[in-house]
């Protein structure tokens, strides 16, 4: 890493970072492979393209983003680069060549191109999205013989799939489904539904699934480099890292801190659980890595993760609601209930409160008829 803070005009090629976009085009039976990079400086000049990057990713089951911003686009690039079309992103510091610290940051593919003026150029901002052609387009007709094991289905799915992968495949309790298991669903809602079952969480990282239990999320463990820290911030037990672009970290991974920061008085040292984050490198202004951090993912943050609606039966009866729902369904009907009692009871003390002679009850009871509703004879 050269980082570099001189006063020149070009001061961000100094800097030596380095990134690189290259769009897989399919052409027939053929793969064109389209290059953005910003490559070695030579003899001074910087003629490489001028681009934007910023992806994001978590543990949830969402799927990860990135944007790409790219100016002047020819229109036939522009023709080229549809909705679909496979993405990778490698990032870093090119140290010269010598000492390279590069990695990829995202695969995935286009989810969309917009193009804008921005001044006299052409701004088209690229949104990708971590393959959801596979991920939520593709349906699953599977039906498992009796005694399959779940981790045994989730290897099946991703045998049969072409871009997301296998990872680690560790659950928090690997259920035999003793009846067999018939599953009818895309991609997403099936491994939602296994995670919920194996008390689990999955998370894709360009393109890679990686399936752990719900309270040991560990795939491995990083060290951080105090030279690369720019700021951190506390809110109830979660803290918010940003540090000098480093590639190297994902979601899923643990990283080893030492701290302090004596103007807040925090202090933070050991080893946390990287639960979300943001990379983003930007050759004029910012190159930096962002991070959410915390002891543990919180069981409540998992829950909702892997929140998932089972709907069977005739009539799309949910035979799986939660015991909570069902005690606040009678709940209500009890209610309803003593709300109906209460009512009719009112009705009768009303009806007894009349039985007198005379024009004025008359006209009264009259007034209650329409008021109440009640009926019979006086």
């Given at each position: 890493?050269?980082?570099?803070?001189?006063?020149?005009?070009n001061?961000?090629?100094?800097?030596?970072r380095?990134?690189?976009?290259?769009?897989?085009?399919?052409?027939?039976?053929e793969?064109?492979?389209?290059?953005?990079?910003?490559?070695?400086?030579e003899?001074?000049?910087?003629?490489?393209?001028?681009?934007?990057?910023?992806?994001?990713f978590d543990?949830?089951?969402?799927?990860?983003?990135?944007?790409?911003?790219i100016?002047?686009?020819?229109d036939e690039?522009?023709?080229?680069?549809?909705?679909?079309?496979?993405?990778?992103?490698?990032?870093?510091?090119?140290?010269?060549?010598?000492?390279k610290?590069?990695?990829?940051?995202?695969?995935?593919?286009?989810?969309?191109?917009?193009?804008?003026?921005?001044?006299?150029d052409?701004?088209?901002?690229?949104?990708?999205?971590?393959?959801?052609?596979?991920?939520?387009?593709?349906?699953i007709?599977?039906?498992?013989?009796?005694?399959?094991?779940?981790?045994?289905?989730?290897?099946?799915?991703?045998?049969?799939?072409?871009?997301?992968?296998?990872?680690?495949?560790?659950?928090?309790?690997?259920?035999?489904?003793?009846?067999?298991?018939?599953?009818?669903?895309?991609?997403?809602?099936?491994?939602?539904?296994?995670?919920?079952?194996?008390?689990?969480?999955?998370?894709?990282?360009?393109?890679?699934?990686?399936?752990?239990?719900?309270?040991?999320?560990?795939?491995?463990?990083?060290?951080?480099?105090?030279?690369?820290?720019?700021?951190?911030?506390?809110?109830?037990?979660t803290?918010?890292?940003k540090?000098?672009?480093?590639?190297?970290?994902?979601?899923?991974?643990?990283?080893?801190?030492d701290l302090?920061?004596?103007?807040?008085?925090?202090?933070i040292?050991g080893e946390?659980?990287?639960?979300?984050?943001?990379?983003?490198?930007?050759?004029?202004?910012?190159?930096?890595?962002?991070?959410?951090?915390?002891?543990?993912?919180?069981?409540?943050?998992?829950?909702?993760?892997?929140?998932?609606?089972i709907?069977?039966?005739?009539?799309?009866?949910?035979?799986?609601?939660?015991?909570?729902?069902?005690k606040?369904?009678?709940?209500?009907?009890?209610?309803?209930?003593?709300?109906?009692?209460?009512?009719?009871?009112?009705?009768?003390?009303?009806?007894?409160?009349?039985?007198?002679?005379g024009?004025?009850?008359?006209?009264?009871?009259?007034?209650?008829?329409?008021?109440?509703?009640?009926?019979?004879?006086?």
């Amino acid at each position: 890493m050269a980082e570099n803070t001189q006063n020149n005009n070009n001061y961000y090629i100094l800097w030596d970072r380095y990134a690189k976009v290259t769009f897989k085009v399919k052409n027939g039976s053929e793969i064109e492979e389209i290059e953005f990079e910003r490559f070695q400086i030579e003899n001074g000049i910087d003629s490489s393209p001028d681009f934007e990057i910023e992806t994001e990713f978590d543990i949830t089951e969402s799927t990860n983003i990135a944007k790409i911003v790219i100016y002047n686009l020819t229109d036939e690039m522009i023709k080229k680069l549809k909705k679909g079309v496979e993405v990778v992103i490698e990032a870093g510091y090119w140290n010269d060549g010598k000492n390279k610290d590069i990695g990829v940051i995202y695969k995935g593919i286009i989810e969309s191109l917009k193009g804008s003026w921005n001044n006299a150029d052409k701004k088209f901002e690229i949104i990708c999205n971590t393959y959801n052609d596979e991920y939520k387009d593709t349906k699953i007709n599977l039906k498992a013989g009796k005694g399959t094991k779940a981790s045994t289905i989730i290897k099946l799915i991703l045998s049969k799939l072409d871009k997301l992968k296998a990872g680690t495949i560790e659950l928090g309790k690997d259920i035999d489904y003793k009846d067999g298991k018939t599953l009818h669903n895309n991609v997403k809602h099936i491994f939602k539904e296994l995670a919920k079952d194996t008390k689990s969480v999955f998370f894709i990282t360009n393109g890679v699934v990686t399936f752990q239990p719900r309270d040991k999320i560990n795939r491995g463990v990083l060290e951080f480099d105090p030279n690369r820290f720019q700021d951190v911030k506390e809110n109830d037990g979660t803290y918010t890292l940003k540090a000098i672009f480093d590639h190297r970290f994902q979601e899923g991974f643990k990283i080893n801190l030492d701290l302090k920061k004596t103007f807040e008085q925090l202090e933070i040292k050991g080893e946390y659980l990287i639960t979300k984050g943001k990379h983003v490198m930007n050759f004029k202004t910012e190159a930096y890595t962002e991070l959410e951090i915390k002891t543990k993912f919180d069981d409540e943050e998992t829950k909702k993760a892997n929140e998932i609606e089972i709907v069977t039966g005739k009539k799309g009866k949910n035979e799986k609601s939660s015991k909570k729902k069902d005690k606040k369904d009678k709940d209500d009907k009890n209610k309803k209930e003593k709300g109906k009692n209460s009512k009719d009871s009112k009705k009768n003390n009303k009806k007894t409160s009349t039985k007198s002679g005379g024009k004025k009850k008359e006209k009264d009871w009259d007034g209650i008829v329409r008021t109440y509703g009640v009926g019979g004879n006086k």
